[in-house]
């Protein structure tokens, strides 16, 4: 046999197949244990403290600089930002459904929960505001083939106007309308909320924006903004929550069974 001539007497296929699902277990191990720098340990109903990770266990705390020069640390222990859950389960058994004791949709509950995400907003790889409206974005409009929502009225699933939209908010990275931006009456004066578009069906012939996620009353009680002119991740992640949980919690009908 010549020198170097493996393929004589080794199966060179079958260590290849070998080594590609040795190659394989590595990277599934990898990516699973990678995904643990975000929500874990889980919060457990068991007594004692029980810390669930699963398998594999979550890694050591990894150092990442962001665009902006800041600095972050994942995974991070949790910090508690809100008070206790406005919740209490409806069994005594651990993992039992849990039944809201305030509002739900104000309280993050079920489809209303939201993460606990920078309070600062967004931004393009150029450095610039993301979500802006467009009253503050030169060189962006509505295609003038599309229904212009500014000026209707804001229907929720009851029929009942809740508000008047007052511009429209775009996402410049990819460029498309993200938000509407309502007028609405509440008790201490009149405010601005934000709609998010996916939530909505503008009808141009009857001249009105159509919500079904809540009623018109509920849009006195959207999360509001700190700044007019701008959203944070932590404020869309509410915004956006609070039509969410509309969609089980907005009128008691909702919460029955379909059958």
Same mark, same amino acid.
């Given at each position: ?159 009942? %106007? $809740? ?6 908010? /775009? ?6 309308? &993200?938000?509407? #931006? !309502?007028? +609405?009456?509440?008790? %201490? $004066? ?6 998010? /578009? ?6 141009? &012939?009857?001249? #009105? !924006?159509? +919500?079904?996620?809540?009623? $018109? ?17 932590? #404020? ?24």
């Amino acid at each position: 046999m010549n020198t170097g001539a493996i393929t004589s007497y080794i199966d060179v296929a079958q260590l290849a197949l070998y080594a590609f699902w040795v190659f394989f277990a590595g990277l599934i191990y990898y990516l699973r244990r990678e995904d643990k720098r975000e929500g874990y340990p889980l919060d457990s109903d068991r007594a004692g403290g029980v810390r669930v990770q699963g398998w594999p266990a979550i890694p050591r705390p990894k150092t990442f600089l962001l665009q902006d020069g800041a600095i972050r640390v994942a995974p991070r222990e949790a910090v508690a930002t809100r008070g206790p859950l406005a919740a209490e389960p409806m069994a005594p058994w651990p993992g039992a459904p849990l039944e809201p004791t305030g509002n739900p949709m104000i309280d993050g509950i079920g489809p209303a929960a939201y993460a606990d995400r920078a309070d600062v907003p967004d931004r393009t790889a150029e450095g610039d505001l993301r979500v802006a409206p467009l009253r503050s974005v030169p060189g962006y409009t509505i295609e003038r083939r599309d229904p212009d929502p500014r000026g209707m009225p804001v229907v929720g699933a009851d029929g009942v %106007a $809740g508000g008047t939209v007052l511009d429209a908010w /775009v996402d410049r990275s990819e460029a498309i309308l &993200r938000y509407l #931006e !309502v007028t +609405v009456a509440a008790p %201490a $004066g009149e405010r601005r909320v934000l709609l998010p /578009v996916n939530f909505t069906r503008i009808n141009a &012939r009857r001249g #009105e !924006v159509k +919500v079904k996620a809540i009623l $018109g009353a509920h849009f006195a009680d959207v999360p509001g903004l700190r700044h007019p002119d701008q959203v944070t991740l932590l #404020e869309e992640d509410r915004i956006q929550a609070y039509y969410g949980g509309g969609t089980l919690y907005a009128t008691a009908a909702r919460l029955g069974p379909l059958l």
